[in-house]
């Protein structure tokens, strides 16, 4: 599991609290964060990390409350989570968990291409499914018994041999196009 700290806030300090296995916040000198309030037991708060994020889990009898609710356990996935410990106006504990990982970039296989003079866009060819055998079908009326019937206007899948010609003969027909008013202009002088 590779979690990252979760940043934790009481009224005796704050402390960056890393992943290595649960960590205890209470009143006992033995806790990883100790809070010596009354109402604190002396082992009352769980900080655990899962492979979903950390989880906040009560150890007490005298109980947590999140949003003036009693609650036994809190998913700290979003951003900031505020916690009482022992009672609704008990001490403050400011839980600050990791923000989660950056989007990968997309790939760029995946990525649409608009093509030049083309209304569409065209897609590389998906992979077939390993149980099903790729077979090319012309229109609707040639499987119409099989269940595999296409409508007769959608076009069969292009190869990616057609797709890489269709991307340089815009370029060709440019190119010919200065080459010839080059020579055209070469010839009047």
């Known amino acids: 599991m590779n979690l ?6 009481t009224p005796s300090g704050e402390a960056e609290l890393t992943a290595e296995g649960n960590r205890v916040v209470g009143r006992g000198r033995d806790c990883d964060l100790v809070i010596p309030d009354a109402r604190v037991s002396r082992r009352h708060l769980s900080l655990e990390p899962t492979p979903d994020g950390w989880v906040a889990r009560d150890l007490s009898s005298n109980g947590m409350w999140r949003d ?3 609650t036994g356990v809190v998913a ?4 900031e989570v505020r916690i009482r410990l022992g009672a609704i106006d008990g001490p403050l504990v400011i839980l600050t968990p990791p923000p989660p990982p950056p989007l990968a970039e997309p790939d760029v296989d995946d990525q649409e291409t608009m093509l030049a ?3 569409a866009p065209a897609r590389a060819p998906a992979a077939a499914a390993p149980h099903t055998a790729a077979r090319p079908v012309t229109s609707a ?3 119409a018994g099989d269940g595999n019937a296409r409508p007769a206007a959608e076009p069969a899948p292009r190869s990616k041999a057609s797709i890489n010609w269709l991307r340089v003969v815009p370029t060709y027909l440019w190119l010919a196009g200065i080459g010839f008013f080059l020579g055209a202009l070469l ?3």
């Open 68 to 70: 003036n609710v009693r």
């Open 4 to 9: 990252r700290p979760i940043r934790v806030v």
């Open 141 to 143: 009326a040639a499987h």
């Open 76 to 79: 700290l996935t979003g951003g």
């Open 117 to 119: 003079g083309v209304g």
């Open 187 to 189: 010839a009047l002088s």
